[in-house]
């Protein structure tokens, strides 16, 4: 069993639909949960960053972190074209700086 | 923007030659990593520096080596470059251990 698993998609909506995305994983010790926005030949930029358990919301985005299901989400409210990127999420020990990654989910926003 | 520029952007090389990809940082990072990102892999940490002249292996580190000279320098390495190096390596920073990494825009090696 990989450590992290993200279905890789591709996942189209259509422009103002909610986008959905989640990670599950495996590693129980697991605590710092990040998701990254990658545009095509871009680094991947922090979206999300948020410790232990329950929600986080910035403007249109929400992340959720469920320990117990060892599951984490993240919501895209109002979804825009702009948001069409690779979808990263990433978590790691507390204590340790090493990054766990899944390997993306690429998301279309169609007009 | 965390400040970071990583030079060159693209490099093509042969199988055999040495590289050394550049990270460059202005806003005095302690932590810095290189990782590099394949298609079916996702990223992987292949060293990283936890202060000048201090650094430590990551899970692909085999044919990397690193160096730390300065703050705001972090150099990778492959001293023989093979076909299986070829890829996307990017370099990120981070303030402390847990704190958010941020990364740079990535270079391009593609080892023929």
């Known amino acids: 069993q990989k450590e992290v698993e993200q279905d890789p998609g591709p996942l189209s909506v259509p422009e103002g639909a909610i986008v959905s995305l989640n990670c599950t994983y495996s590693?129980?010790?697991?605590?710092?949960f990040m998701w990254y926005r990658q545009y095509s030949r871009k680094g991947p930029e922090l979206l999300m960053y948020?410790?232990?358990?329950g929600n986080k919301e910035d403007g249109r985005f929400t992340a959720q972190v469920d320990k117990s299901s060892k599951y984490i989400s993240l919501f895209i409210r109002d979804s825009q074209p702009s948001d069409s990127a690779t979808y990263l999420c990433?978590?790691?020990?507390?204590?340790?700086?090493?990054?766990?990654f899944g390997k993306g989910n690429q998301v279309v926003v169609i007009p | 923007d965390a400040g970071i520029t990583q030079s060159p952007r693209h490099k093509v090389t042969e199988t055999g030659t040495p590289v050394t990809l550049r990270c460059h940082q202005t806003?005095?990072?302690?932590?810095m990593y290189w990782y590099r990102q394949d298609p079916g892999h996702g990223l992987r940490l292949i060293h990283y520096?936890?202060?000048?002249?201090?650094?430590d292996k990551g899970e692909v580190s085999d044919g990397y080596s690193v160096s730390r000279s300065k703050t705001e320098d972090f150099l990778l390495t492959l001293e023989s470059a093979t076909s299986s190096q070829t890829s996307v390596y990017f370099c990120?920073?981070?303030?402390?251990?847990?704190?958010?990494?941020?990364f740079g825009d990535g270079t391009r090696l593609s080892i023929l």
């Open positions: 990433a978590m790691s020990e507390r204590g340790n700086n090493r990054l766990a």
């Open positions: 590693n129980s010790a697991f605590q710092y």
């Open positions: 948020t410790y232990s358990s």
């Open positions: 806003e005095n990072h302690r932590y």
């Open positions: 520096s936890y202060g000048v002249k201090d650094t």
């Open positions: 990120a920073v981070s303030g402390g251990i847990n704190q958010p990494q941020h």
